[in-house]
């Protein structure tokens, strides 16, 4: 883990996140002209946001209308739009699935290209290779059948 650095150890201990020890490293890490001046500035700048914060303050003739719209906002239930998003992403995605099954069923509806098998041969030895095309829709399929055991 990165050892922080000297200013940020500063920093820390001006805002009070550095333990025991650290704290005293820091108090005599002071001593030091640079390390004070970083301080002075942190100090001034500190100050300076302190001040610029706006301070927000309700009167008490102004506490009952405060009240009331925070009584409102709690009692008044948020509209949801959870149906449409549900109803628009269930939409969507019956559509993709419309799409997609009409362009396998219509785009795809050209007649298949038939081949014959004139002859089929195999580099493995001890097989039988046989070919068969069915007459019907002209199916062409190639047999490799081991003669010698049941395991190559």
Same mark, same amino acid.
């Given at each position: 883990?990165? %050892? =922080?650095?000297?200013?940020? %150890?500063? *920093? %820390? ?10 704290? /005293? ?7 030091? =002209? ?18 610029? +914060?706006?301070?927000? *303050?309700?009167?008490?003739? /102004?506490? =009952?209308? $405060? +009240?009331?719209?925070? %009584?409102? #906002?709690?009692?008044?239930? /948020?509209? #949801? ?20 099954? $009409?362009?396998?069923? +219509? ?10 098998? *004139? ?8 097989? @039988? ?6 007459? @019907? ?10 003669? #010698?055991?049941?395991?190559?």
């Amino acid at each position: 883990m990165k %050892r =922080p650095t000297w200013q940020e %150890r500063l *920093e %820390r201990y001006r805002d009070g996140e550095l333990g025991e020890s650290d704290a /005293q490293e820091v108090e005599a890490m002071l001593d030091a =002209p640079a390390y004070r001046d970083y301080d002075a500035s942190l100090a001034a700048l500190s100050s300076a946001a302190r001040e610029s +914060m706006p301070r927000s *303050e309700i009167a008490d003739a /102004q506490l =009952p209308a $405060f +009240m009331a719209g925070i %009584r409102e #906002g709690v009692e008044t239930p /948020q509209r #949801g739009h959870r149906g449409f998003w549900a109803l628009a992403s269930l939409s969507t995605a019956a559509l993709i699935v419309a799409l997609s099954v $009409f362009s396998l069923i +219509m785009l795809n509806s050209h007649d298949a290209v038939h081949t014959t098998v *004139e002859a089929a041969a195999s580099d493995i030895e001890g097989v @039988e290779i046989d070919t068969y095309t069915d007459e @019907e829709d002209g199916t062409a399929v190639v047999w490799v059948s081991d003669t #010698g055991s049941d395991t190559w």
